[in-house]
């Protein structure tokens, strides 16, 4: 069933240079104009399916989050139709509807009077929002006196506690603390697991293709693509708005994320056990990853993901997906990944290792570690990016 529809939509602003210049065209006798017009959104047609996890990318600017805004009803459509079949809770501005003066607890009931919610109902998922919120006794404090944190805490708790029909999820996982983020991950998977439709908006890739199996890209208000190959139209996006890199040297990006797991290094060994970056095509050997566990943790995984010159995602392992369980006790520790055959034909490919929590959505390490190996062939052996192993015979 079709739960969400638009058609023909557009959302177009005037755009002025001067402030005076909107006076002068409201008092214009001629009916000069005195504005550009800027098209957010231009000529969208979008169909959302009931139960879809549908995952919005684009570049800031985009028209991801004014799209968003015209399903919630928050942004009027200048051109085009929009219909909604269901109740909305959209994670965008997170508590807009907040009275200030009231505490958390009367704006838990302000909330659920503006989605249509009877007391008796918001009474009932009252502690269920106080306990998750987890913001101690604040909640009997007036908002105005709340750090931002517990603000966005306290929202957050309040819009996905209400059992939406459609969640609207725009970079949620900036919320709160990494326990915090984990807890409204586990959320937002319970939703999903009900068969609530959820449009979810992040520029953090990982997220869309763990939760996502609809992906959209939209560019200067425009949808480029539209489709269920997350992995493929992930990969045409990334190669749009990250240059290729010139400088190989080893980076490292920081990443907002806690302080339980520290990568120390990642490098190659080859079957010597001699550090290099320059391998031979089929030839074995080793990623070695020295990493610290520096507080208590339940569980995490590791990863190494591979990109080619031209930053197709060609190859992405972990322990997880390999069942392989690593040392997650206190203190330092090192973790091998040996290719028994590295196939993939002569190039130079930028290698990441990184260390995730078990939902495999929010990094637990300090750093993402990353380096440039160069594979290299003393002649040609075949077109594209692997050299796959076979072998030519006669019939007759």
């Excluded at 006076?23 to 969208?44: D, M, P, Q, T, V």
């Excluded at 997350?230 to 240059?243: F, H, S």
């Excluded at 060994?269 to 080793?286: L, M, P, Y």
Aim: aromatic share 10%.
């Amino acid at each position: 069933m079709d739960i969400i529809k638009i058609k023909d939509a557009s959302k177009v602003y005037r755009l002025y240079e001067k402030p005076i210049d909107r006076i002068k065209e409201a008092f214009s006798i001629s009916g000069k104009n005195y504005h550009r017009n800027h098209y957010a959104l231009k000529n969208i047609n979008l169909t959302i399916k009931s139960g879809e996890i549908t995952g919005f990318v684009g570049k800031n600017g985009a028209g991801k989050s004014t799209l968003l805004k015209i399903i919630t009803g928050v942004t009027e459509l200048t051109e085009g139709t929009v219909s909604v079949d269901g109740r909305i809770t959209a994670l965008l501005e997170l508590g807009t509807a907040f009275n200030p003066e009231y505490t958390g607890i009367q704006n838990i009931f302000l909330y659920g009077t503006m989605m249509g919610l009877s007391r008796t109902t918001m009474e009932s998922k009252l502690q269920e929002i106080i306990d998750f919120a987890d913001i101690g006794e604040f909640i009997h404090n007036q908002v105005k006196t709340y750090s931002s944190g517990m603000f966005s805490r306290l929202a957050f708790a309040v819009a996905i506690n209400v059992e939406p029909d459609i969640l609207i999820a725009d970079e949620i996982l900036s919320v709160g603390d990494t326990a915090f983020q984990n807890k409204c991950i586990q959320k937002m998977k319970s939703l999903m697991e009900m068969g609530k439709t959820v449009l979810f908006v992040s520029h953090d890739l990982h997220s869309i293709k763990y939760f996502c199996d609809r992906i959209i890209w939209l560019d200067n208000g425009s949808i480029i693509e539209d489709g269920y190959d997350i992995v493929g139209i992930l990969d045409r996006y990334e190669r749009n708005i990250l240059p290729n890199r010139s400088n190989r040297k080893t980076e490292v990006m920081q990443s907002s994320v806690s302080d339980l797991v520290k990568i120390h290094n990642t490098y190659f060994v080859n079957r010597e056990g001699e550090k290099v970056s320059r391998f031979t095509v089929g030839e074995q050997f080793d990623i070695i990853i020295e990493y610290e566990i520096l507080g208590e943790i339940d569980d995490c995984f590791f990863g190494i993901g591979m990109k080619n010159s031209q930053t197709v995602y060609v190859n992405g392992l972990n322990t997880k997906l390999d069942g392989f369980k690593p040392d997650i006790t206190l203190g330092k520790h090192v973790l091998k990944l040996s290719y028994s055959g590295f196939n993939l034909y002569k190039d130079i490919y930028t290698v990441w290792s990184v260390c995730y929590n078990p939902s495999g959505t929010v990094v637990l390490s300090d750093y993402i570690m990353k380096d440039a190996i160069e594979i290299v062939s003393d002649r040609e052996l075949c077109e594209g990016i692997t050299n796959i192993e076979h072998r030519w015979s006669k019939i007759k």
